[in-house]
């Protein structure tokens, strides 16, 4: 497949992009623990827009443009927990679903419609232990019809019930590009032969959902008791049938969230990555939030911190200044395009699909995301 360089870095791309991925399709934006009772916050950014993430008192997660509606200032920043979010501007004060309680010095300035007021609000599901939201406060959609059982085929996590264990944000280059490296093994044994070793395979399977995908190692024969299809996707495992093959790999949830299976101090653990668009072209970042399945003990934890130290060192050492390098070279125009072979399906699966959902109109994007199209 070959691809023109200037998808990566054309401003006019990237603004088609923005509006016609970013604000129509789910985005996951954090996992469930991240939010672990009412009143619990986080901010968040996508191709510019602030996002605000909150749990209210029932327990239910919000998102909202982080922005009070009198003159656009934020209301939070970083995460934390709070019973109400008070403008640092001019005191107005909203609550955790985004309503407008009150407006400071409301007698000096004047009679406003409080209902008419709230932050704007984002279509928002919580499914599979990820909060998940179409970043445009008109749209109908209902994110969790437009999923397409990605929620029901990680489901088997239980990420909901799992415990964060560290959180940072690395930042890159073009979004595609930081997140393209998710997307094959072909680097592994050469990018990554001074951490992961030489000897790694540089293969992989890709399997499809939709534009979900899962992408896996080469694994031995499974045996009688795990039957070969179990490691595609398409159907959940029955009952006596093992869960464990179908939550190992790196998942793929499009359009740049990645799951990847660890086991550190005798516990299973995920790191969920979020690769978002910066504000411009050529900008993005790489949240990185490490989970583990059950509480760790002090070793345990100790060894989980070498591991998200090791784990930030692949991606911000290796990983992220190489994609760097790749974008100032296809900035000068000269490199013209970039291609990949048929060891890197899951980069030629991914922007196919990216090209599908900017065709497509929005009434088309329902039917066509919640398409299982098992490949």
């Not at 990420?159 to 072909?186: C, Q, V």
């Not at 959902?209 to 009688?224: K, L, S, T």
């Amino acid at each position: 497949m070959v691809l023109s360089a200037d998808h990566y870095t054309s401003a006019e791309r990237f603004e088609t992009e923005k509006r016609r991925v970013f604000q129509r399709v789910p985005l996951v934006l954090a996992a469930s623990c991240e939010l672990p009772g009412p009143g619990a916050y986080k901010t968040v950014a996508v191709a510019g827009i602030p996002v605000l993430l909150v749990r209210d008192r029932q327990g239910k997660a919000h998102a909202l443009l982080n922005a009070c509606t009198h003159r656009g200032a934020a209301v939070a920043t970083g995460c934390g927990s709070a019973v109400r979010f008070t403008c640092p501007y001019h005191g107005w004060t909203f609550g955790q679903d985004g309503t407008l309680l009150g407006v400071a010095s409301a007698a000096d300035f004047g009679t406003v419609d409080k209902a008419m007021l709230a932050m704007k609000r984002f279509p928002v599901t919580e499914r599979a232990g990820l909060i998940w939201a179409i970043l445009d406060p008109a749209s109908t959609q209902n994110p969790a019809d437009m999923l397409g059982g990605i929620d029901d085929l990680i489901a088997g996590f239980n990420l909901a019930d799992w415990t964060m264990i560290e959180n940072r944000t690395l930042p890159g280059p073009n979004w595609k590009l930081a997140f393209d490296a998710h997307l094959e093994f072909y680097h592994v044994p050469v990018l990554h032969r001074d951490t992961f070793g030489p000897e790694r395979s540089n293969r992989a399977f890709y399997f499809a959902q939709g534009p979900h995908q899962r992408v896996i190692a080469p694994q031995g024969r499974p045996g009688a008791l795990v039957p070969d299809d179990l490691y595609a996707l398409g159907r959940l495992p029955t009952s006596g049938e093992p869960l464990a093959p179908l939550l190992m790999g790196e998942w793929i949830l499009f359009p740049g969230t990645s799951i990847n299976t660890f086991y550190t101090g005798g516990i299973r653990c995920v790191l969920v990555s979020i690769v978002a668009p910066g504000a411009e072209v050529a900008t993005s970042t790489t949240t990185q939030t490490f989970l583990a399945e059950t509480q760790p003990d002090e070793e345990s934890r100790a060894a989980m911190s070498r591991m998200c130290a090791f784990l930030a060192h692949v991606v911000g050492d290796e990983d992220l200044p190489t994609s760097a390098f790749q974008q100032q070279v296809m900035a000068t125009g000269m490199l013209g395009e970039v291609r990949f072979g048929r060891n890197e399906g899951g980069l030629q699966h991914f922007h196919g699909w990216l090209d599908r959902v900017i065709a497509a109109d929005t009434s088309e994007l329902p039917s066509l995301l919640a398409a299982p199209c098992p490949q």
